[in-house]
């Protein structure tokens, strides 16, 4: 181990200050009165001496812990070359090299956490961090745009955003998972809301993180539809092909058979009647293949007011039902115009087709940051229970409704990135929103 040198100075001066004080004691008991007073003055200078080096070192102590405490290395007790040492220079190298190794990993944890909250803050899952008592200590930029609260101070503050959020956060469990909905002003958002906790310091602090999984849901239901008609569709082909090749087969030596003319015209009236229906079944089944294999999306850069103005110069009839409502500022949107105009038209055919005599088309960014075209109608409304099936394939109110063009809509916007949402009212209209992803 390395001598330490700088103990000598207060070494030496501690052993001056002993040499003269038994100095001065020996003078002031045999009574050399002048010599005692040139040792008293010794005595005086020596602890003069010490006193200046004690207020130094604790000036210089001081100014280290200072630095320490605000992490200011730049007034550390070295930072003056030209000034006087307070203290021996191997102390001083001492404390210089303890600032410089605690200043370095300071560096360190910094650029660490500078790490880890750019890569939690990067994230698209919301990161809730709070004490069991609901104080919150953190939360990262996915859960801001998420409740749309810029600094909640406590889980109540999420009452807003959902009503039973903050008890469900107080009695959360490491571990738990729920899956919850909630009904926001433009869209509809489902998100997985699990939790963890852990102990720093001695505090118990709890992280919630919530998924929105309604795309992914969506996605899923939406494969597995195609899945599913892909496979109805592949069956009920290889089995009406043949049925129709028999037809007409049997039709061609319905002639040759025995019997009367009338029996003859009724057996080929119903060969006609197998033929025809099952050339309908074979249209009605190729109808639904669009489903399942809609072509991929040309993107490109689109102006939405001009996107919308096109669509109701395309669609605008004698009555004027069709009305514009654009932002005052011009918003872009990356999409295959000719499958957005067609979801367009879909919607706005329904709305007609429900009594609507007034229609508006408009655009807009969402308060989550969603780029949004609408369609807005004043007709008879849908029912609850219908507007949770209006989207499944197959389904539909109209008697003569082939229940795919809601569906198909559904497929554009997912193959955009987006989705399509609806709120109704019986009687009073509806209004379908088509969210894309912000450029």
């Not at 660490?112 to 104080?135: C, K, R, S, W």
């Not at 810029?150 to 899956?179: C, M, Q």
């Not at 009338?262 to 089944?285: A, P, S």
């Amino acid at each position: 181990m390395k001598r330490q040198t700088w103990v000598r100075t207060p070494l030496w001066l501690t052993v001056a200050l002993l040499i003269c004080c038994l100095i001065t004691a020996w003078l002031a008991v045999h009574g050399f009165y002048y010599s005692l007073f040139v040792a008293l003055c010794l005595t005086a200078f020596v602890a003069y001496a010490i006193y200046r080096y004690i207020l130094r070192s604790a000036r210089a102590m001081a100014q280290f812990i200072w630095s320490v405490r605000y992490s200011e290395f730049l007034s550390s007790p070295t930072s003056n070359p030209n000034a006087t040492p307070p203290l021996p220079e191997e102390l001083l190298t001492e404390m210089q090299d303890a600032l410089e190794y605690y200043r370095s990993n300071l560096q360190k944890k910094e650029s660490e956490l500078q790490y880890f909250q750019a890569l939690a803050n990067h994230i698209d899952m919301a990161i809730l961090v709070y004490t069991p008592d609901g104080q919150i200590e953190w939360i990262n930029d996915a859960t801001k745009r998420l409740i749309h609260i810029n600094r909640p101070h406590t889980v109540n503050d999420l009452i807003d955003f959902h009503p039973e959020l903050p008890a469900k956060l107080r009695t959360l469990k490491a571990g738990d998972l729920s899956v919850w909905q909630i009904k926001q002003e433009e869209e509809t958002v489902q998100f997985a809301l699990s939790s963890m906790e852990f102990i720093i310091q001695g505090r118990k602090l709890l992280i919630a993180g919530m998924k929105n999984i309604h795309s992914a849901l969506d996605n899923r239901e939406t494969e597995a539809w195609q899945k599913l008609i892909r496979v109805l569709t592949h069956e009920i082909m290889n089995s009406i092909t043949p049925i129709i090749s028999l037809t007409e087969l049997l039709t061609k030596y319905a002639d040759n058979l025995e019997g009367d003319e009338d029996t003859k015209t009724e057996i080929r009236q119903m060969l006609q009647t197998i033929g025809r229906r099952g050339n309908g079944l074979v249209r009605f089944m190729n109808s639904y293949r669009e489903v399942s294999h809609l072509p991929h999306p040309l993107l490109k850069l689109y102006n939405t007011g001009e996107l919308l103005k096109e669509v109701v110069q395309l669609m605008q009839n004698d009555t004027n039902d069709l009305h514009l409502s654009l932002p005052n500022i011009p918003l872009r949107l990356i999409a295959d115009k000719e499958q957005v105009e067609q979801v367009l038209i879909n919607l706005i055919r329904n709305a007609r087709e429900n009594e609507a005599t007034q229609i508006t088309l408009s655009a807009g960014i969402t308060p989550g940051d969603h780029l949004f075209l609408r369609v807005t109608d004043n007709g008879t409304g849908i029912d609850p229970e219908v507007q949770e099936r209006i989207f499944i394939p197959f389904f539909t109110t109209k008697p003569t409704g082939s229940g795919i063009g809601l569906t198909i809509s559904r497929q554009i916007m997912h193959q955009h990135h987006g989705s399509i949402t609806v709120q109704s009212k019986v009687g009073e209209g509806s209004m379908f929103t088509l969210l894309f992803p912000i450029v």
